[in-house]
């Protein structure tokens, strides 16, 4: 079973999310006109890896299903893509999902699982931003001071301006004068990008969310270097994820991820975050919850939403491949057999704003990309 959940993480990192990637999930023992519903669904791609573990798909042909699936970024899903003929979406977050729900009349929704943001990045630099008083250990993982790293973008800080970021720093010394930058997906496509841009814009709206359209274009006006200064961005969550983990410190040293990207790895203890410099999780303080929600949009999709929400073997295997349940006592069990830190109770949790300010925002920094420098 360990093999089989180590291959559904590889089969999703040699996706190219680019490209819409289709899976097909076949019922076991049967062929395609043997019965077990069909059910084709449109999901974020963070969540391929799931969808391809042999042991979700045999949980799910148990019950009768067998599961198409089609990825794209989440903004995509809730805002561009045609979904006539899909039974159900299933975008990262509840914000898209409302916006489907609210465009299609749909009042249903599963929330199986979810997930805070965090910050993948390396000993030596959490260590480097722990002595320069813009991260803290707490307990066994990291929480970063967003308002103090908004701060320093501000004012386009390089790397080697931070304090102890010279030869007497030994081996915790990172000698380049990039500036300090989180990595992210691009704003204009991927959920997980935009949950930065929420948490950012609520530290620098003095801690409130952002509900109405002026602080929304004034935020925009703030926040936009964020994206911008980083150049050519990936359109899904994956792509920057693998860069940190294959690439290493040089192109990524710190990338806006989903936590369960960075636990499935961990659980698996397939090395990938070992080799390479040891890599660890930083907490973004305040963080966010991306809820994955599914909008069924058939009564098979509906069926499904409930499955994967209320099933425990398929409730299991999702926190086996690093996402948070209902159930965080499992979460707790299933790391310590696993040998890794349980995931850490997050007290700092804030809201995104509604679909729409959202939305504004992302559009207006869309506006600011298209117009380029200057």
Known sequence: ?????????????????????????PRIGSTPNSGGVSV?????SEKQAFFSDPDVIAALARAGYRIEITSAGSREIATTRDLSGFDLAFPADGPQADRIKRDRKIT???????TPMAIATFTQIATLLTAAGISVTDGDHYLFDMRKYLDLVAKDTRWSQLPGNDATAGKNVYPTDKSILISS???RTSNSAALYLAIASYVSNNGNIVTDAGTADRMTNILAPLFLKQGYLEASSQEPFDDFLTIGIGKTPMVMIYEAQFSAHALARDGSLTGNGEKVLMYPNPTIYAKHTVVPLTPAGDAVGRLLSTDPELQRLAVRHGFRTADAGYGRQYAAERGTNPPPQLVNVVDPPSAEISERMITEIEMKYQKGPG
């Open 108 to 114: 249903a929704s599963y929330v199986p699982f979810f």
């Open 185 to 187: 997906t691009d704003v």
């Open 40 to 44: 084709r669904a449109l999901i974020s």
């Open 1 to 25: 079973m360990h093999g089989r959940r180590v291959l559904g993480l590889v089969l999703a990192g040699l996706l190219t999310v680019g490209v819409i990637a289709v899976v097909v999930v």
